[in-house]
């Protein structure tokens, strides 16, 4: 399936020319926009919105446009999981849009190139995956202030935090077979708490730290104690998520 701004490429010009209707006043541009996104998402509709947008940006300040393109990315990815190609949107859209969206398509754009699990297995290194987390959490204490992209930020978030504490069902942190914590993964906790002393993920680490010393570092993923394992890694990233907009790491 061609990826959304291809599909713009190729049917913009026979959409404009179909039409024939002269752009709407500014203040009708996002009425008029989403009368558009009420059609079924098709590869032709996505292409028609896209190129409307594209053509009244002009007419729209900056935190216009970027509620609009979330609006648009949210219906492209309704017709195809895959149709939303993140840095041909840059590439049309950067300039025009704020910073904050800019910077948040850049990680899209990371994400669906080089996805942390795959497969139900990680697809980066320790190192990496901590390192991405930790710019998330940066995006969000710099925008923690910018509602329309704190549920995508959130979802970042928690998808890559829960990673870190948990690792992936082919890529346990608690190896099946020895029920050992990861050795790599632990190195690259203790590489970052030194290098990161102040952040919110350093705080988790810590705290999850003294959870693992309570174990021993072994674990033997059964039954209630399993399920025991994950709800504690998953109140420490509700924690997290907290702390992170109240720019605290107490």
């Given at each position: 399936?061609?990826?959304?701004?291809?599909?713009?490429?190729?049917?913009?010009?026979?959409?404009?020319?179909?039409?024939?209707?002269?752009?709407?006043?500014?203040?009708?541009?996002?009425?008029e926009f989403d009368g558009l996104l009420q059609a079924e998402a098709t590869a032709e509709n996505v292409a028609a919105a896209n190129d409307f947008l594209m053509a009244n940006l002009s007419k729209?300040?900056?935190?216009?446009?970027?509620?609009?393109?979330l609006a648009l990315e949210e219906y492209a990815l309704s017709y195809d999981n895959e149709s939303v190609d993140y840095l041909e949107l840059l590439?049309?859209?950067?300039?025009?849009?704020?910073?904050?969206?800019a910077e948040l398509f850049r990680f899209k754009h990371i994400e669906r190139l080089t996805p942390i699990i795959s497969g139900a297995a990680l697809q980066v290194s320790w190192p990496e995956l901590i390192a991405r987390t930790d710019a998330i959490e940066g995006y969000i204490e710099k925008y923690r202030d910018v509602a329309l992209v704190k549920d995508d930020?959130?979802?970042?978030?928690?998808?890559?935090?829960?990673?870190?504490?948990t690792g992936a069902s082919n890529s346990p942190i608690f190896d099946y077979t020895t029920h050992h914590f990861s050795d790599e993964a632990r190195a690259a906790y203790d590489a970052y708490v030194e290098r990161r002393?102040?952040?919110?993920?350093?705080?988790?680490?810590?705290?999850?730290?003294?959870?693992?010393?309570?174990?021993?570092?072994?674990?033997?993923?059964?039954?209630?104690?399993?399920?025991?394992?994950?709800?504690?890694?998953?109140?420490?990233?509700?924690?997290?998520?907290?702390?992170v907009y109240q720019n605290t790491s107490e």
């Open positions: 399936m061609r990826k959304l701004a291809l599909m713009i490429m190729a049917l913009s010009v026979a959409l404009g020319a179909a039409t024939g209707c002269s752009a709407p006043k500014g203040e009708d541009v996002a009425a729209l300040d900056h935190d216009q446009a970027a509620e609009l393109l590439g049309s859209y950067e300039g025009e849009i704020p910073d904050y969206l930020a959130l979802w970042l978030y928690r998808r890559h935090l829960n990673a870190v504490l002393p102040d952040t919110v993920l350093t705080g988790v680490i810590l705290e999850y730290g003294t959870y693992l010393d309570e174990l021993g570092y072994e674990f033997l993923y059964a039954g209630d104690d399993s399920a025991g394992f994950f709800d504690i890694c998953s109140r420490f990233v509700s924690e997290a998520e907290k702390r």
